[in-house]
């Protein structure tokens, strides 16, 4: 009987170090994943996406890319104009390595994502292309996510903190705080910073609605030489991008967006909450890393002129190297880091 007691003591003993050295583990890589450093990477290492999948989401049917485990903590990433979600072809590998649940979706107007009825106007309102990511979260059944963007992207997640923020866990935001009215918009600015927004003066023009449906890929070209004049990307990258603005809708949301930012374009009476909020520019309060490039040739403020906008844990990185306005294509493995550092805020 002893010997009986002495065998059982002796298993549970055993039983009980295996216990507190599997949960020491788990501690342990719980805390490599909330603190660990994203791997180098170069960029333009990756040219594809392991997963292209489509959903039916709000008032589009939308293309996106996915990766990392079905179960991990959603990250959101979002391009702008005129780029497309081959802007994080690196990041999305390194953050799903991390193991983060990935979705890269195209906006509105890009790639493969459409609008499921004809008769929807092609609308290109910031604030719509809010609700349309708000969307798509209820239509993956993600409840909350960490969001990330830069340009057209940046505003949309800043948008979406602003408004929605029990749907936002944190925030990675290139040029910082991006939200803007059509009040705001009709302010003149001295003449230097407004020849940086000559395109925007173009397509308030019919002509200019013309000459971007035809050189669609020439004008977006140019777009990114100005914007990231120190990125020496080549064509092929250049071409995986400027398909997607081969959807039909695309010069349409365009031109909306930027004849709706001069109050030039009406918005649809359905958002006119929504943008009133906005106009009221409201601090946004989740936890949040701003990011800015040393060569971003695209018009943006200096970080401190946004960093009151900010209420929660914040910190800005400014990333050197050459690195201008399609920061996350660019510098990958910064923006990446960024977006594993504000989810552990």
């Given amino acids: 009987m002893s010997e009986e007691i002495n065998h059982d003591r002796r298993r549970l003993l055993g039983t ?12 342990i890589g ?13 960029p333009g290492t990756n040219t594809s ?28 990433l979002l391009h702008g104009w005129p780029y497309d979600i081959y802007s994080f072809v690196d990041v999305t590998p390194l953050l799903a390595a991390a193991g983060y649940r990935v979705i890269v979706p ?5 790639g493969t994502t459409r609008f499921l009825s004809s008769g929807t106007f ?27 963007g830069f340009d057209w992207g940046a505003r949309t997640v800043n948008i979406m ?70 990125w020496n990307f080549d064509d092929a990258t250049f071409d995986r991008s400027a398909a997607s603005f081969d959807n039909p809708d695309h010069v349409a949301i365009v031109i909306h967006n930027y004849r709706w930012r001069l109050a030039l374009a009406e918005g649809e ?6 943008d009133k909020r906005l106009a009221e520019a409201p601090v946004i309060t989740v936890p949040t890393i701003t990011l800015e490039g040393d060569a971003n040739g695209a018009p943006h403020l200096d970080p ?22 399609n920061l996350p294509q660019e510098a990958p493995q910064a923006f990446a880091q960024a977006v594993v550092d504000v989810d552990g805020y």
């Fill in 269 to 274: 009476p359905k958002y006119a909450d929504l």
């Fill in 161 to 230: 903190a602003a408004l929605w923020p029990e749907r936002c866990k944190a925030m990675v935001s290139v040029s910082g705080y991006l939200i803007g009215s059509q009040e705001a918009g009709k302010m003149p600015l001295p003449p230097k910073a407004e020849l940086e927004w000559w395109y925007q003066f173009y397509f308030a023009t019919e002509r200019g609605r013309a000459g971007y449906d035809k050189y669609r890929r020439d004008f977006s070209k140019l777009i990114w030489q100005l914007a990231s004049p120190k």
């Fill in 304 to 325: 401190s002129a946004y960093a009151k906008k900010f209420s929660g844990k914040y910190s800005h990185r400014t990333i050197t190297g050459g690195i201008g306005h």
């Fill in 122 to 148: 092609r609308n290109g309102q910031p604030s719509a292309v809010a609700v349309d990511m708000i969307a798509l979260m209820d239509a993956l059944k993600i409840q909350k996510a960490t969001l990330g």
């Fill in 16 to 27: 009980a170090v295996l216990t507190v050295a599997a949960a020491e583990l788990a501690m």
């Fill in 30 to 42: 719980s805390a490599d994943a909330q603190v660990g450093k994203i791997n180098a990477i170069k």
């Fill in 106 to 110: 195209y906006l509105r107007g890009y």
């Fill in 49 to 76: 996406f392991s997963s292209l999948k489509q959903i039916d989401a709000g008032l589009l049917n939308v293309g996106y890319a996915e990766a990392g485990p079905d179960y991990g903590p959603a990250v959101i």
